[in-house]
């Protein structure tokens, strides 16, 4: 936070600390001394079925005649606190079920513990039945409910679509959109703000990246069927975690006290893809189970399994153009030199590719007493990535352009590359949190312990390329498949020389150990009751990039690209041509690795130069105030959170002298240190017009840190001399870049009509400073020599305000409706942003069968620049189908349809005509049986 001047003195944060410092001091006593005045008993109850096998998360309980509230846990728990001798009447409301009144009586300072029962026995088994039902009813209640504005996936809803992972999970709820790799969902974005200005938790537990350098969890290494629920944040309060300007995901994974009693599922799948005409085997099961101990304790024991192994690929060509000012180009037609928008590179790409994903959970939950209970929450995923890449890499230098409007041109004297990829990488993430809750007297205590751990492994990795020169080609640019005609030798393997072997074993390392401690007290003030909420956080992060690199190129005799022929691969994009074997590649470098020639300098300036380790230290307070009056509630307070960071790395420089035909490479170390505090205050608040109908409001402010390959302390310097001129250029790193800071204004009309529906409209507003971007900074004054220099740095500010609309409605004949949309109008530069995101479902079921269509769609977003032109993503909507078939109350046969409209991916530069990058992945077809027991 920078310094803020008021009525022309400068407030530092030094002042900021001290003045956070008092006020928390003087909430407290104020919220001690209001909280004595009426604190008595409280009243403590669950709410489930009359057979006590469906337990009711989302709730509303509550006692108008003291303006008090509260909503139902995922054990169906409740407790209303500081209530006075007397005999009140409780209201509990479920949206798809009739509201239920309950008498209570508070005698000598003590309430009975309540048992309250929802439904009739036919009403409760006709819902159950029903599942898609069942899980709306689940999500609307905990949305409803909520203290902020949120969106929920329960887990009933997660088995109802043909969803993967936790990512294409969350594409459902408005304002959400998913970017995807290979045609499946990996990053989620909110409202169209980049995934890397988001936080994921999981059972409260920050979650660091798998990959290197950047912020975004890749959620796609989070199978579903270990998701008991996901909630999207959109608006923060005090006690959560600032970072998340797009909103704050929250994972949680399966509790015994979900269920009831011992329970156990087990799915078996196979899923066929008609790219690559493979079918993939996928696995789970769940238990669940509640020992009772003596004195009435109790122990939850839960666990999850999920494994899937996908064989796949995709067929993809890229672009890289630019204005190629230094190719002598001239119309062959009227003889004139011309300036056209023309290729300097064309990529032919075909994939082979098996993932692997393993999943495992075991939680743990004792409850000690009716005012002590504990728990361990633990997650681990393993996601492997196993893909071999043949590419054909086509580089232009000179040509003649044929037709202005075709944009089709001969060139000659071209180069050509044929090279693979063969890669293994293996991606986990571990989450361990150790906590629990007690009621000491009148005050409430929250606290956990946790720890995560992302790695992301390359090991052996190897690219090898085969070079071939003085090609005559021709190419047609306009279109989004770029078409070109390569002469004989393209195709010959002969003529394709082994010219460099990249042998890499790399690794990336995020771990974050925290303790969170949170304490509440009731209170009443001027006719409002409430609570008074104060807490504190500790955050240490570290993150590792190691990079071993071996380039290798010399000692390679004659080897030639036909000493690794293979047949042609099928590739649905145009002629590729032979391909190369990916085991005689491997049995070549194992056998001969020993005997290639090394270049250490350009090995180490990848090796040293990518290598870094960032270290964050994030210390947080809070003060809190949720307080009900009559219609209102409100949550206020603010939070302060001082963050310390330092990273290490290199200044690698290269200098190459052709004149002298020498190099010479430096490396020093470089060692960076940078803290920065935020004062964070917020506001929500919720205005019931009546039981179905509210409205929300809130002011928030959120901060996002950089990515850590932004930050970073590395300097990449090249130096090259030739005929006694040097050119310098240089990437580098910066450590001194500011955090992204935004202020959010949010407004939301929401509406819940008869037993199962919602129709919602919400206005949302965000300005963000700091925005970070990629320039070229060598005349900012601190490059002096430099030709070129590129760096990441704070480029000002960015607005965004968008309009979020949603529509939910069961019907009592077994159709189920649901869209969104979310319109948006932001700043040009910002970036992964779409103007239109929607979603529609259509559902019918009965008793005994389930079917769901669903179709998303997200307009074009613009990503990045290259070559003076930006980058877009083509607008992209995907058709997907589901059904169900209840063989009898335990025993489900399914079935889903992928990508039925066969969608591919598509990048373009500039206009649409010019392509970036095209890629096509298939439909998939994936057919299962479910076993669940009792």
């Not at 075709?406 to 993430?429: F, H, L, P």
């Not at 190099?663 to 205050?681: A, C, M, Q, R, S």
Request: proline share 2%; glycine share 8%.
């Amino acid at each position: 936070m920078k310094n803020l001047t008021i009525k022309g003195k400068v407030m530092t944060t030094h002042f900021l600390r001290k003045k956070f410092k008092k006020h928390a001091i003087s909430l407290s006593c104020a919220a001690l001394i209001c909280a004595g005045q009426s604190v008595a008993a409280d009243i403590t109850g669950v709410l489930m079925s009359a057979d006590q096998n469906v337990k009711f998360e989302g709730a509303l309980v509550e006692i108008k005649s003291l303006n008090l509230k509260t909503v139902t846990q995922r054990n169906g728990a409740f407790k209303l606190s500081g209530v006075e001798d007397g005999i009140y009447t409780l209201d509990i409301t479920y949206i798809g079920f009739n509201s239920v009144k309950q008498t209570v009586i508070v005698e000598n300072q003590v309430a009975k513990p309540l048992v309250i029962t929802l439904g009739e026995s036919d009403e409760l088994e006709e819902v159950v039945a029903y599942a898609q039902r069942s899980s709306q009813m689940d999500a609307l209640n905990r949305q409803k409910n909520s203290k902020n504005l949120k969106s929920v996936v329960s887990s009933e809803s997660i088995g109802q679509f043909a969803d993967q992972n936790a990512a294409e999970a969350l594409q459902r709820l408005p304002g959400m959109f998913i970017q995807r790799d290979q045609g499946e969902g990996r990053f989620v974005g909110i409202r169209g703000i980049d995934p890397n200005l988001n936080n994921v938790t999981i059972n409260g537990a920050n979650i660091p990246a798998p990959e290197a350098g950047v912020r975004s969890v890749a959620m796609d290494v989070i199978p579903s069927e270990l998701i008991e629920g996901l909630e999207v944040s959109k608006t923060v309060t005090p006690d959560m975690d600032a970072d998340a300007i797009g909103g704050s995901i929250e994972v949680k994974s399966l509790s015994a006290f979900d269920r009831n009693g011992r329970t156990f599922s087990v799915t078996a799948q196979a899923r066929y893809s008609d790219l690559t005409e493979e079918v993939s085997p996928k696995l789970s099961g769940s238990f669940t189970d509640i020992i009772h101990l003596d004195k009435g304790q109790q122990l939850g024991v839960a666990a999850a399994v999920s494994w899937l192994e996908r064989k796949f690929g995709s067929h993809n060509v890229e672009t890289d153009g630019g204005w190629l000012e230094d190719m002598e180009i001239e119309d062959a037609l009227t003889g004139d030199d011309v300036e056209v928008f023309g290729a300097e590179e064309i990529e032919q790409r075909y994939y082979e590719i098996t993932r692997e994903r393993l999943g495992v959970a075991l939680n743990l939950d004792f409850i000690a007493s009716a005012t002590s209970q504990f728990y361990l929450r633990t997650l681990y995923s393993e996601f492997s990535d196993d893909e071999f890449r043949l590419r054909n890499e086509y580089k232009f230098s000179d040509g003649k352009l044929n037709s202005n409007t075709a944009n089709s041109m001969s060139v000659v004297d071209a180069e050509m590359d044929r090279d693979t990829k063969d890669r293994y990488e293996v991606q986990t993430i571990l989450s361990t949190v150790l906590g629990g809750e007690q009621q000491i007297d009148t005050w409430h205590l929250e606290y956990n312990v946790g720890y995560s751990v992302s790695t992301e492994e390359e090991p052996s990795r190897m690219d090898v390329t085969f070079a071939g020169e003085e090609l005559d080609l021709s190419y047609l640019t306009s279109g989004p498949i770029p078409t070109f005609q390569a002469p004989n030798s393209g195709i010959d393997m002969s003529a394709f020389e082994m010219d460099e072997i990249e042998a890499n074993d790399n690794k990336a390392e995020d771990s974050e150990l925290s303790f969170k401690f949170d304490m509440s007290h009731p209170i009443s003030f001027l006719n409002m009751n409430g609570t008074a909420q104060f807490g504190l956080k500790h955050r240490g992060r570290e993150k590792t990039n190691d990079m071993k690199v071996s380039i290798y190129d010399g000692g390679f005799d004659d080897i030639t690209a036909a000493d690794f022929e293979t047949a042609t691969p099928s590739w649905g994009l145009g002629d590729f041509g032979p391909g190369l074997s990916r085991a005689e590649l491997q049995q070549f470098m194992a056998q001969n690795r020993s005997v290639l020639e090394l270049n250490e300098n350009e090995s180490n300036v990848a090796s040293k130069g990518e290598s870094y380790t960032s270290e964050e230290t994030i210390n947080a307070l809070y003060a809190m105030f949720d307080m009900n009056y009559q219609n209102w509630q409100i949550i206020a307070g603010v939070r302060f959170e001082s963050t310390q960071f330092a990273t290490n790395g290199n200044v690698v420089r290269l200098d190459v002298n052709d004149d002298e035909d020498t190099e010479t490479l430096i490396v020093n170390g470089w060692n960076v240190e940078k803290d920065y505090d935020h004062f964070l205050p917020s506001v929500n608040v919720r205005y019931d017009l009546s039981d179905n109908l509210l409205m929300r409001f809130a002011y928030t402010n959120t901060i996002s840190r950089p990515n850590f390959s932004d930050s970073a302390a590395f300097q990449l310097i090249e130096v090259e001399t030739e005929d006694g001129e040097s050119e310098v250029i240089a990437e580098v790193g910066n450590p001194n870049l500011e955090a992204y800071e935004a202020s959010n204004f949010d407004f939301s009309v929401e509406y819940y009509p008869g037993q199962l529906g919602v129709i919602s409209a919400g206005l949302f507003h965000k300005n963000i400073d700091n925005f970070i971007v990629k320039q070229e900074v060598q005349d900012n004054g601190s490059w002096s020599g430099f030709d070129e220099v590129v760096q990441s740095v704070n480029g000002g500010s960015a607005k965004l305000t968008g309009l979020e609309l949603a529509y939910t409605k069961g019907f009592d004949s077994g159709w189920l409706l649901s869209a969104n949309t979310t319109l948006t109008d932001a700043s040009d530069d910002l970036p992964s942003q779409s103007d239109t995101i929607a979603n529609v479902s259509v559902a019918y079921e009965t008793d005994k069968f389930s079917t769901r269509l669903t179709a998303s769609y997200k307009s074009e977003a613009f990503l990045f620049e290259d070559a003076d032109r930006r980058v877009f993503e083509d607008e992209h909507q995907q058709l997907e189908f589901s059904a169900k078939y209840y063989v009898d109350d335990n025993s489900i046969v399914y079935f889903n349809a992928v990508n039925l409209t066969d969608e591919s991916y598509y990048l373009y530069h500039g206009t649409r005509n010019y392509n970036y990058q095209y890629e096509e992945y298939g439909r998939s077809f994936e057919i299962g049986f479910t076993y669940n027991g009792l």
